[in-house]
């Protein structure tokens, strides 16, 4: 069955990085887009962005063209966000998502000091 | 960027009622819209797709409708596994989420 299984939860200071993974299994990994959404506490959701997983050329939403990285290891069937220069805003759970479809079971990522 | 405009923020339902969730899309969506369902602490579901069409699983009692701007989401006979939020989501152009509804039971 398809699944999606991401890395745990992070307790990062402000101006780190973090780098989160989310590894596919059950289907031909390359064959489907890998979608990033964000939630913050007691927020709604908020699309980050994608990643071609042939090509691995990514496109973020607006809010997230600076600091966030999306990349892939194609080999693993595992795609990756990254987050530069955490700031307290980024607490959230962050979620992989293929065609919107299948969800992993997201990452709790805290900033603070 | 398209923009989705979802009502109410919170709705208050008896089991058994019928309630309808709106969204309205900054631009013609082309009935490009979807609903989830997101219960605390887990990944969203999603129920419907392409306005109208029901993924495996979804229960017959969930339904959706529209065209161009506005859309709508129901749940007839609201049961106690139904409490939840929910969320459209316009994927016409790259995608955006409404702001959601929190369903509670009356």
């Known amino acids: 069955q398809i699944q999606l299984v991401q890395s745990g939860p992070e307790l990062k200071k402000p101006g780190e990085s973090l780098k989160i993974s989310c590894k596919a299994s059950?289907?031909?990994?390359?064959?489907?887009?890998m979608q990033w959404v964000k939630q913050a506490p007691g927020k709604g959701l908020q699309y980050m962005g994608w990643?071609?997983?042939?090509?691995?050329?990514?496109t973020y939403a607006d809010d997230f063209k600076e600091r966030f990285v999306f990349s892939l290891e194609t080999s693993a069937s595992t795609a990756y966000l990254q987050i530069n220069n955490l700031k307290n805003e980024d607490t959230a759970t962050y979620f992989c998502?293929?065609?919107?479809?299948?969800w992993g079971q997201g990452v709790m990522v805290t900033v603070s000091s | 960027d398209i923009q989705m405009t979802q009502s109410p923020p919170s709705l208050s339902a008896s089991l058994g009622d019928k309630v309808t969730i709106t969204c309205q899309a900054s631009q013609n969506i082309n009935k490009y819209i979807a609903w989830y369902q997101q219960k605390p602490g887990k990944a969203p579901r999603l129920l419907i797709r392409?306005?109208?069409t029901l993924e495996s699983g979804t229960p017959s009692r969930f339904s959706g409708s529209g065209s161009g701007r506005d859309y709508s989401f129901s749940i007839s006979n609201v049961e106690s596994e139904d409490i939840a939020s929910y969320y459209c989501?316009?994927?016409?152009?790259?995608?955006?989420f409404g702001a959601g509804t929190k369903l509670e039971l009356k």
């Open positions: 990643i071609n997983t042939q090509t691995g050329k990514p």
């Open positions: 998502a293929r065609s919107l479809r299948y």
């Open positions: 989501l316009q994927y016409v152009n790259l995608y955006t």
């Open positions: 392409y306005t109208s």
């Open positions: 059950g289907y031909t990994f390359t064959d489907y887009a």
